[in-house]
């Protein structure tokens, strides 16, 4: 093991000197520059200083090295100062040098048994936090719609990919009337609990909006937005939300849609046969949570048969590498062109690959069947 002795004077040989017999390996510095680079590079198991400003200024940057003042004085104020500033001893300068190994060895092994304690509790603290995390996550899985599903020739099925255990992106699709359906994806800002607990809000939303619609909210979906925007303003949560909804009519097959700052836009998909090229439905709208005042446009699409509209969360483009965000979109309507179901898409964007996902990633596919 390695000692290291600071001191501003040359008694600092003198201190080092009463190791010589020791099996320490004992190294001196004789200022506070070369005490801190023996630290970061050589990592001692003990440092000994007769400085208390330096004891306390490398106990600040170093607390993982135990650190012993050697004092002239072994006085109330000194060992009490030392208690304070995270010493891990106090020694008197008159110490006997058959008594150091002992006392450095005692040090070390303190310091090593509170290391390994806190570790300990760091590691219960973490399984319980993943734990609970995993029950979250259970009960956040419960409230995503049936995947796939089928309203009337509508069929729906989506995927999500959280970054980490909890995911801030939801999607929800259900039907509102006999000749109504909903369906939107959501982005919530940020990561982890705190954006998974507003997908509880959105999900009680979905229950409402079921119950308290106003007819004119199926005609005019930037209303169901304005709604939602209230409540998220309402409950002071400091999250915002980026969304895209769409209410569908069964009878005719329009799917009417706004939105609220999600992105990337979601692609519209004829079917081959049509000869038909894919676009984006683009509308621009501000996320939902920040602004008092907001209005949305909307646009609508009749879906024929064999017709699919792909939704993505803005976490995929950050899966798709260093293209440029034009790449990334026509990558994105190349993929979802040349493959027709959810998984394929999935699978062709390599969504389920090792690399890491700094961000949730979301896919909902809307076909009109037969």
Not at 130 to 140: K, P, V
Not at 164 to 192: K, P
Not at 277 to 299: H, I
Request: charged share 25%; hydrophobic share 40%.
């Amino acid at each position: 093991m390695s000692l290291l002795v600071v001191d501003g004077d040359d008694q600092s040989l003198t201190l080092a000197d009463l190791f010589i017999s020791s099996d320490y390996e004992v190294v001196t510095a004789t200022n506070l520059s070369l005490a801190r680079d023996i630290c970061q590079y050589s990592h001692p198991d003990l440092i000994v200083c007769r400085s208390s400003d330096h004891a306390r200024t490398l106990t600040n940057e170093f607390g993982h090295i135990p650190v012993v003042l050697v004092t002239r004085e072994l006085s109330v104020d000194v060992l009490h100062d030392a208690l304070q500033s995270g010493f891990a001893d106090v020694w008197p300068e008159a110490v006997d040098p058959s008594s150091l190994d002992d006392l450095a060895g005692s040090v070390i092994a303190r310091t090593r048994a509170r290391a390994s304690t806190t570790a300990s509790r760091l590691a219960q603290h973490v399984a319980e936090l993943q734990r609970d995390q995993r029950a979250g996550r259970y009960i956040q899985m419960g409230m995503l719609p049936p995947n796939p599903m089928a309203i009337e020739r509508i069929r729906l099925h989506h995927r999500i990919r959280p970054s980490l255990i909890l995911s801030g992106d939801f999607v929800d699709y259900f039907r509102v009337t006999d000749d109504h359906f909903a369906f939107y994806v959501a982005d919530v800002s940020g990561h982890g609990a705190s954006s998974a607990f507003v997908t509880v809000l959105l999900k009680n939303f979905s229950r409402r909006l079921r119950r308290e619609y106003r007819p004119s909210m199926l005609e005019h979906p930037g209303e169901i937005l304005q709604w939602i925007n209230r409540e998220l303003l309402d409950q002071k949560i400091d999250k915002h939300v980026t969304m895209f909804l769409a209410v569908g009519k069964i009878s005719t097959d329009r799917i009417t849609y706004v939105n609220a700052g999600h992105f990337p836009p979601p692609v519209l998909v004829p079917d081959q046969e049509s000869g038909a090229a894919p676009r984006l439905l683009e509308l621009n709208g501000k996320p939902l949570g920040l602004f008092e005042e907001v209005n949305y446009k909307q646009d609508s699409v009749d879906l024929k048969q064999g017709d699919r509209i792909v939704v993505f969360s803005d976490g995929v483009l950050e899966m798709l590498g260093d293209r440029d965000l034009a790449a990334k979109e026509a990558l994105l309507i190349e993929t979802v062109q040349a493959h027709k179901d959810l998984n394929s898409i999935w699978s062709a964007l390599d969504l389920d690959g090792p690399q890491a996902s700094p961000d949730d990633v979301t896919c909902l596919t809307v076909l009109r069947s037969s």
